[in-house]
């Protein structure tokens, strides 16, 4: 009766290891992050040699500070950002629209208004990117954009 249970219980493990494939073979899923536009911000540059024209061409988005922490409740506003477009010939261009992107997943946890610009008071700690993209063109049709992250603890 002994090697009757010992045999059934060899049974139970081979069998429970063929319905669970080892963790190296599991089944992977397609993840995809979902962005939202969130609203609109514009380049600063009060030593900008250039206003955004027809013909002004965005070769790089530049964003400071990239890291930013900030406790969890506390409020930061996009005007706390530096938000730079630089053209094609190197020169800071004032004005450059942008679109300011979040995750779809995060929207609630930043508890976002736009009451004095467009800011976040996070709920929850954790690391939220918020992306801006230059609604303005690079040379090459492209669009140049620039990440942010905003660490709330």
């Not at 530049?62 to 730079?84: L, N």
């Not at 508890?111 to 801006?132: D, F, N, V």
Request: proline share 5%; with cysteine; hydrophobic share 45%.
């Amino acid at each position: 009766m002994a090697q009757r249970t010992r045999h059934s219980g060899i049974v139970a493990i081979l069998m429970a290891g063929l319905a669970c494939p080892p963790l190296g073979l599991a089944q992977h899923t397609a993840f995809t992050i979902a962005w939202t536009n969130i609203g609109e911000v514009a380049s600063q540059a009060p030593d900008a040699a250039a206003t955004v024209q027809r013909e002004t061409r965005i070769a790089r988005v530049d964003v400071q500070p990239t890291i930013v922490e900030v406790a969890v409740g506390k409020q930061i506003c996009m005007s706390s950002f530096q938000v730079r477009a630089i053209a094609a010939d190197g020169k800071l261009v004032a004005g450059v629209p942008m679109l300011l992107s979040v995750r779809e997943d995060h929207r609630r946890q930043l508890q976002l208004t736009h009451l004095k610009g467009i800011c976040m008071r996070p709920a929850r700690s954790g690391e939220y990117p918020i992306r801006l993209t230059s609604k303005v063109p690079a040379t090459d049709d492209t669009l140049r954009g620039a990440q942010v992250f905003l660490r709330a603890k």
